[in-house]
């Protein structure tokens, strides 16, 4: 098994011990925010709320030319429109790239990464990394880096969706952690802000519930505490696909912010709510929260536009 090495990055201002639950919303901005997007918003919110917890907000933008015109300052009209309160500044991780080659650099000294120079066209239609760099001894620059993975099984209790495991080694191989044009990959960036941040639970959509056991690998080699995780049920359109900005989803309304919020909490099948200002009805659905309510599987039972 590889070598763990905890990198001692100190928690940010807000981030609190692990027995204080810390949960987030992180969305991407490559698009408007969407039905989908209101439902994780929701979720995490009322989910952190009804422990007594923090709730933070932070931009994952790392992925910086897919950063579409004016879909930040839509999210943080989102937060403000829904009356949702983070309870610490939000961030946005393209301000915060020298703390992710920080990482990268910690994880090279201890031989735990390495540059690779497969292409896709090289790597063909093979989704599992050979390790055809792993001990090329490649210089990092202009090179993409990939972690090395061990040959264990990966375990994990959804706390909707069940236990999942993976062998990486087995079922993904080394996996990247920057690209070869330069962009730190989700992977990294999400695993180290999780920990400076002081997560402990995420709650996020069943689409991204593939993604766990590298962070969780990730998180392992760099010596971080384990996280709680809760992957929603996606909502879905008409013709069957989750809602995405790829899949031309409705941008929020944010005139209609009471009855979406409504409209979301019915998506998660939780107790009614009475229409008032968003403030008063979240505090009625935190008051409310039961998480057994939430449909299991990996897509909303009802198709919403």
Known sequence: MLSNSSLALPLEKGGKAAEHYVGRFAPSPTGPLHFGSLITAVASYCDARAHQGQWVVRIEDTDIPRIFPGSEEHILRCIDAFQFEPDTEIIFQKDRLEIYEQVIAHL?????????????????????????????GLPLQDQAIRIKVDAQN?????????????????DLGDFVLKRRDGIINYQLAVVVDDYLQGMTHVVRGADLLDNTERQIWLGQVLGYPRLEYMHLPLAMNDQGQKLSKQNMAQALDLSQAAPLLQQALQALHQ?????DTPRIMLQQAIAQWDIQHIPHGTALPQIYQ
């Open 154 to 170: 990966i375990c994990f209790t959804d706390r909707l969706q069940g236990t999942h495991y993976s062998n990486l080694q087995q």
């Open 271 to 275: 107790p009614a709510v009475d229409l």
């Open 108 to 136: 090279h000294a201890q031989g735990l990464v390495y540059a690779c120079q497969c292409t896709r066209k090289m790597l063909g239609s093979n989704h599992i990394y050979q390790g055809t760099c792993r001990n090329l």
